[in-house]
């Protein structure tokens, strides 16, 4: 009896262990997902911030072409005197926008790798910790057969005993 619940437990240690170690390569497939989403999201936002920064710097081409063109319309040299003033602080704050623009992208960017490495060493430890415990199971497994296979032979110390239990 002793025998045969050992072998059952250590079948049932196997199947844990097999569980456990599925569960981590399972779990880190999902977080090496995760971390390569992050990344292309950082990816993404560098280039929306580079895409935000051109918009800004083609607009501030039109808006000077106009103002040049109506500061020469009224006889204005749009480079010299308050005309030039306004033109020069029209391009250094547009400028300041785009270059803020680009900031803010490479902030997010950051953010995003930095999650991305997160979840990388999750993956690692999850993948660790599922053949931690697969190892564990199959240890477990290892000494509850070896325990039952115990347990049988010292149930029954040599044949003749066996024999003289059953002609009782």
Do not use: C, H, W
Not at 47 to 59: T, V, W
Not at 77 to 94: E, K, M, N, Q
């Amino acid at each position: 009896m002793g025998q045969a619940l050992g072998i059952m437990a250590g079948i049932g240690a196997i199947g844990a262990g097999g569980s456990s170690i599925l569960s981590g390569i399972s779990k880190s497939k999902e977080l090496k997902f995760q971390a390569n989403q992050a990344e292309q999201q950082a990816r993404l936002e560098n280039l929306r911030a580079l895409e935000q920064a051109n918009i800004i710097r083609e607009k501030l081409k039109a808006d000077t072409a106009l103002a040049n063109a109506a500061f020469g319309a009224r006889g204005m040299s749009p480079v010299a005197g308050s005309a030039g003033a306004v033109v020069d602080r029209a391009i250094t704050g547009a400028e300041l926008d785009a270059q803020t623009s680009i900031f803010g992208g490479e902030v997010n960017a950051i953010q995003l790798r930095n999650q991305a490495k997160q979840y990388r060493s999750s993956a690692r430890s999850a993948m660790l910790s599922g053949f931690i415990g697969g190892v564990g199971g199959l240890s477990g497994a290892y000494n509850a057969y070896t325990g039952g296979i115990r347990q049988g032979i010292s149930s029954q110390s040599s044949p003749l005993d066996l024999f003289k239990n059953k002609t009782r």
